[in-house]
């Protein structure tokens, strides 16, 4: 069992960690879009003023992972901007910050936790099955111009 992760809220100083652990994977594998720029320039106002979080995963004082839930309307959050550092992945890190995500959200009472992603992603969408989340529609105004799949969990 990989070692636990402390999960703690956003604050200003961790703010620089959201930035490049994010910039560090979606480089890995895509392009920065302007709307990943915009988010993760300014977690405030594009994740935090509506009412979502941004959560880090720490192992003492080291910054291992990030992620962001949005209030995406009624009872809906999207989970997006998740990034485990490079040399700590495939260690079970995304797993527990999935976990935290999950009982975070049916705390709050949200009923439904989306999450935008890519097909050439295959360990996250093994992740995002392997927690019962389920292929829908991309919608036709979908903001990630990498997103091919769209895939939502009921929280019961």
């Not at 961790?14 to 930035?19: R, S, V, W």
């Not at 405030?44 to 009412?51: A, R």
């Not at 989306?114 to 099955?129: P, V």
């Amino acid at each position: 069992m990989p070692q636990r992760l402390s999960i703690v809220p956003f604050t200003a100083a961790l703010a620089p960690h959201f930035y490049a652990l994010n910039k560090e994977w979606l480089e890995a594998y895509f392009l920065l879009e302007p709307y990943d720029i915009q988010v993760l320039q300014n977690p405030q106002e594009m994740v935090l003023d509506p009412g979502g979080k941004v959560f880090f995963g720490k192992r003492g004082d080291d910054v291992l992972a990030t992620f962001a839930l949005t209030p995406r309307g009624e009872g809906v959050i999207e989970l997006n901007k998740m990034a485990v550092r490079k040399d700590c992945r495939g260690l079970g890190f995304g797993h527990q910050l999935l976990e935290f995500a999950i009982q975070w959200c049916r705390e709050r009472e949200f009923r439904m936790l989306e999450l935008y992603s890519s097909t050439r992603l295959d360990a996250a969408l093994h992740l995002y099955l392997k927690f019962g989340f389920v292929e829908v529609a991309v919608p036709a105004d979908c903001v990630y111009d990498r997103a091919d799949i769209r895939m939502q969990r009921v929280l019961d």
